[in-house]
């Protein structure tokens, strides 16, 4: 078994069909040729976990902000057969450190499903797992009603989502102590998701009570993901 880094072509194209396909649902998904091209021009990467006969195994894709300085775990997934044998975390765990030491991000993200407004199935997996899968892994979520923006072509918002602080920079603790977050890098970074997926930020009810807790004076609180029901759920 081996990690390697991701590019266009054959190896994209198998990751996409054969890991990431089947593992999320259409509307939090790009298409195969969003994929590619972001590969191409830069606006994701990541690696894949290759098994000694070349099948593949796990895929893990980020896509980095430089305005915000953010980097969003947008994708990170093994195959059905390949789960419970510690390939996530090994994949998880050498992704983030390439990150780190590549872009210093002061912020590294990741969406996932709420438990409590997504349910398992066999075709997507478990939110309750993935939820404890970053849990172990140090994963904190900020408290505001989170919702994946529309990833356009028609595509709808995914309501019910957590948005996970997996590391935090020092430099990043809000006014109110370790267990805050500065505002301001995650306004920037919402602001320009928004943006390069809907064409701008609304003013909808859900867009606006999502940026609200960026107003807080003390900075976004970070909880514990065991703790998650806490948070608001986006409507």
């Known amino acids: 078994m081996r990690i390697v880094e991701l590019a266009v072509g054959e190896l994209a194209d198998r990751v996409f069909h054969e890991v990431l396909a089947p593992a999320f649902p259409p509307a939090e998904l790009v298409t195969l040729d969003e994929f590619q091209a972001g590969l191409r021009d830069g606006g994701m990467e990541g690696s ?13 894709v980020g896509e980095w902000s430089p305005a915000s300085r953010v980097l969003l775990l947008g994708y990170l997934a093994v195959t059905a057969g390949s789960r419970a044998g510690g390939i996530g975390s090994r994949l998880h765990l050498h992704q983030l450190d390439r ?3 590549k872009y210093r991000p002061c912020l590294m993200l990741a969406e996932v499903e709420r438990p409590d407004a ?21 994963a904190r979520a900020l408290d505001l009603p989170y919702f994946q923006p529309a990833l356009g072509g028609g595509r709808p918002r ?4 957590l948005l996970l602080a997996l590391h935090v920079d020092t430099e990043l603790a809000g006014p109110g102590g370790p267990e805050t977050v500065a505002a301001e890098p995650v306004r920037t970074y919402l602001t320009e998701y928004l943006t390069l997926t809907e064409g701008q930020v609304a003013d909808d009810p859900a ?5 609200a807790p960026l107003d807080h004076p003390d900075g976004v609180r970070l909880l514990p993901v ?10």
């Open 99 to 101: 990150w780190r030491a």
């Open 207 to 211: 867009t606006v009570a999502m940026l």
């Open 158 to 161: 995914v309501p019910g989502m």
């Open 48 to 60: 894949a976990v290759l098994g000694d006969d070349d099948r593949v195994l796990g895929a893990a």
């Open 226 to 235: 065991d703790r998650y029901a806490e948070i608001p759920a986006s409507s």
């Open 118 to 138: 997504h349910q398992a199935s066999e075709a997507y997996g478990d939110p309750t797992a993935r939820l404890r899968f970053y849990g172990r892994h140090g």
